[in-house]
């Protein structure tokens, strides 16, 4: 098999985008822990004394002003933050600081890969007794099933506590409306009515100059293969993190994709659409989620799946040269079994760890209750809907964002609220403040209702992405098999294979370690239940 560039740093990549709980250990190093619970606990916030403490995260150009809310918290728990802030490369900065030994008190994650790789080399250290002691208000947030997700399943034990985001609802598919007007057509919701409209789409050509692209892909996630998940939703195979590599049956059993017992069906289903010119021809060769949009701004693609932001933003671009143009958020594709569903957003990201030198130093306990703070009433509703007076003011007692900050993310982020950094809980509440900029559901206009019908029709279809999980098998061997499956995978599709012969290369694919591969994911998903 053809041996990746990327190899095994592929994984690392893709959880960063959609910052999904992968459950993973390994290593010969003991990790950092405090077996002793601690002894005694700090006197509740603020604290009695100035606590000073450091902490690493990556510096976003979104946040240029987040010293309004940092210097907030600051104030309130009567503490001195350093803040290490990384402008690019913080995988890369990350990778340094370990190797160097001179560690921040808390550290800001991307995924749970790098989390772990700080524990394999002492340098995160074991939160569990710090979170019975010191973390009354994340034991409240987290559910005793969310609880089992923050474990390390080979050892049982947190090292990290993650970001919240109460908001399930991400991506919605989306379709000319306007062209399907045009055309006499309704609005597709199953399988066959949907092949039947893109079919439709090809022959009329509404873009003129047999330019239509019916399917144009996923102008959110990474391009590839992802610009065909919802018909994999539509055969009842839903996606873990980013990938497309492993799925849930309906009987909770975590195994690959390629052995779905309804894969072949998608498959052979792929090929047709493909064959018929009703999915990009050039899905594989487009890189980026922009690369995708631009299909969509230039007024060619049909279809697709958007961020429901996107598809209003889209919708703006099209109007400029016609005013009837939009891009319609629809339901999920309803498949032949039955399956309606959509992925959501993962519910926790990016966790934040405590570093073996703060617990040296006597001050993990206090950055631990730095860190729980984040979790409680006064810590969500400074970080959600800022400062009283500046960013909100109160009505019947609840926050309600004021002045530019009812207009979008760009000014709230501006000043360091739902910053998706050490630690987070983002509140639905202050997401459909933002996102009404004001106004109340029915005032809205056609255009500024696409992100809220685009988020809350789907939510009956919403499905949290499965755990990515990895193995010793996986990190040993997954770095060939599975590029090779998806070599072939997509050669099956476009027509250069045989669907029998991508099943020649599965059961190539499973002696050569695929079934090794399964069997510890399998396990590792057990433990976890």
Same mark, same amino acid.
């Given at each position: 098999?053809?041996?990746?560039?990327?190899?095994i740093?592929?994984?690392?990549a893709l959880?960063?985008?959609?910052?999904?709980?992968?459950?993973?250990?390994?290593g010969?190093?003991?990790p950092?822990?405090?077996?002793?619970?601690?002894?005694?606990?700090?006197?509740?916030?603020?604290?009695?004394?100035?606590? *000073?403490?450091?902490?690493?995260?990556?510096?976003?150009?979104?946040?240029?002003?987040?010293?309004?809310?940092?210097?907030?918290?600051?104030?309130r728990?009567?503490?001195?933050?350093?803040?290490? $802030?990384?402008?690019?490369?913080?995988?890369?900065?990350?990778?340094?600081?370990?190797?160097?030994?001179? =560690?921040?008190?808390?550290?800001?994650?991307?995924?749970?890969?790098?989390?772990?790789?700080?524990?394999?080399?002492?340098?995160?250290?074991?939160?569990?007794?710090? !979170?019975?002691?010191?973390?009354?208000? !994340?034991?409240?947030?987290?559910?005793?099933?969310?609880?089992?997700?923050?474990?390390?399943p080979?050892?049982?034990?947190?090292?990290?506590?993650a970001? !919240?985001?109460? =908001?399930?609802?991400?991506?919605?598919?989306?379709?000319?409306?306007? %062209?399907?007007?045009?055309?006499?057509?309704q609005?597709?919701?199953?399988?066959?009515? %949907?092949?039947?409209?893109?079919?439709?789409?090809?022959? $009329?050509?509404?873009?003129?100059?047999?330019?239509?692209?019916?399917?144009?892909?996923?102008?959110?996630?990474?391009?590839?293969?992802?610009?065909?998940?919802?018909?994999?939703?539509?055969?009842?195979?839903?996606?873990?993190?980013?990938?497309?590599?492993?799925?849930?049956?309906?009987?909770?059993?975590?195994?690959?994709?390629?052995?779905?017992?309804?894969?072949?069906?998608?498959?052979?289903?792929?090929?047709?659409?493909?064959?018929?010119?009703?999915?990009?021809?050039?899905?594989?060769v487009?890189?980026?989620? =922009? *690369?995708?949009?631009?299909?969509?701004?230039?007024?060619?693609?049909?279809?697709?799946?958007?961020?429901?932001?996107?598809?209003?933003?889209?919708t703006?671009?099209?109007?400029?040269t016609?005013?009837?143009?939009?891009?319609?958020?629809?339901?999920p594709?309803?498949?032949?079994?039955?399956?309606?569903?959509?992925?959501?957003?993962? &519910?926790?990201?990016?966790?934040?760890?405590?570093?073996?030198?703060?617990q040296?130093?006597?001050?993990?306990?206090?950055?631990?209750?730095?860190?729980?703070?984040?979790?409680?009433?006064?810590?969500?509703?400074? =970080?959600?809907?800022?400062?009283?007076?500046?960013?909100?003011?109160?009505?019947?007692?609840?926050?309600?964002?004021?002045?530019?900050?009812?207009?979008?993310?760009?000014?709230?982020? $501006?000043?360091?609220?739902?910053?998706?950094?050490?630690?987070?809980?983002?509140?639905?509440d202050?997401y459909?403040?933002?996102?009404?900029?004001?106004?109340?559901?029915?005032?809205?206009?056609?255009?500024?209702?696409?992100?809220?019908?685009?988020?809350?029709?789907?939510?009956?279809?919403?499905?949290?992405?499965?755990l990515?999980?990895?193995? &010793?098998?996986?990190?040993?061997?997954?770095?060939?098999?599975?590029?090779?499956?998806? *070599?072939n995978?997509?050669?099956?599709?476009?027509?250069?294979?045989?669907?029998?012969?991508?099943?020649?290369?599965?059961?190539?694919?499973?002696?050569?370690?695929?079934? $090794?591969?399964?069997?510890?994911?399998?396990?590792?998903?057990k433990?976890?239940?």
């Amino acid at each position: 098999m053809r041996k990746p560039v990327l190899g095994i740093l592929l994984l690392s990549a893709l959880l960063l985008v959609v910052g999904a709980f992968p459950a993973v250990a390994t290593g010969k190093s003991e990790p950092a822990t405090s077996t002793k619970p601690p002894a005694a606990a700090p006197a509740a916030l603020p604290y009695a004394e100035r606590f *000073e403490m450091s902490i690493m995260r990556p510096d976003l150009a979104a946040f240029d002003n987040a010293a309004v809310i940092e210097n907030e918290i600051d104030r309130r728990l009567n503490m001195k933050t350093t803040w290490i $802030k990384v402008s690019a490369n913080y995988l890369e900065k990350l990778n340094v600081t370990l190797a160097s030994g001179d =560690l921040p008190d808390m550290v800001y994650m991307q995924n749970y890969d790098q989390l772990y790789q700080w524990v394999r080399e002492g340098a995160a250290i074991d939160l569990t007794n710090l !979170i019975a002691k010191y973390g009354a208000n !994340i034991n409240k947030r987290f559910s005793a099933d969310d609880k089992k997700l923050m474990k390390n399943p080979l050892d049982g034990k947190v090292y990290g506590v993650a970001g !919240i985001v109460e =908001l399930k609802e991400l991506n919605t598919l989306g379709i000319r409306k306007d %062209w399907l007007d045009n055309l006499g057509l309704q609005i597709p919701e199953t399988l066959a009515e %949907w092949e039947n409209v893109l079919r439709q789409l090809k022959a $009329k050509d509404p873009a003129g100059n047999q330019s239509t692209i019916p399917w144009g892909g996923n102008t959110t996630d990474l391009a590839g293969l992802a610009a065909l998940r919802p018909f994999y939703e539509a055969y009842g195979i839903m996606m873990e993190g980013a990938h497309l590599r492993w799925t849930l049956t309906k009987d909770n059993k975590y195994i690959s994709t390629f052995e779905h017992p309804r894969y072949r069906e998608l498959l052979t289903t792929l090929r047709k659409l493909y064959a018929d010119g009703l999915i990009d021809k050039e899905f594989m060769v487009r890189k980026t989620p =922009l *690369e995708v949009q631009q299909l969509f701004h230039s007024g060619r693609a049909a279809a697709g799946v958007h961020a429901a932001w996107t598809a209003q933003q889209l919708t703006n671009t099209l109007i400029t040269t016609n005013p009837k143009a939009v891009i319609l958020p629809v339901k999920p594709i309803k498949g032949p079994y039955g399956d309606q569903m959509l992925r959501g957003r993962p &519910k926790y990201f990016n966790p934040a760890a405590i570093s073996i030198k703060a617990q040296k130093a006597g001050k993990a306990e206090k950055v631990m209750q730095r860190l729980d703070w984040v979790y409680s009433d006064g810590g969500i509703e400074l =970080l959600n809907f800022g400062i009283e007076g500046i960013h909100h003011k109160k009505v019947d007692g609840k926050p309600v964002l004021i002045g530019e900050y009812t207009k979008g993310w760009a000014a709230l982020r $501006k000043d360091g609220l739902n910053p998706f950094l050490i630690g987070f809980y983002w509140s639905l509440d202050a997401y459909k403040q933002s996102m009404l900029s004001g106004k109340k559901l029915e005032e809205l206009t056609p255009l500024e209702r696409i992100p809220y019908d685009g988020l809350f029709m789907n939510t009956p279809y919403i499905y949290t992405p499965l755990l990515t999980l990895v193995t &010793k098998a996986d990190q040993e061997l997954g770095a060939d098999i599975f590029p090779f499956l998806e *070599e072939n995978e997509v050669k099956a599709i476009v027509g250069g294979i045989t669907i029998d012969q991508f099943f020649q290369a599965l059961e190539r694919a499973k002696k050569d370690g695929l079934d $090794k591969i399964s069997a510890e994911t399998a396990e590792q998903w057990k433990r976890i239940q």
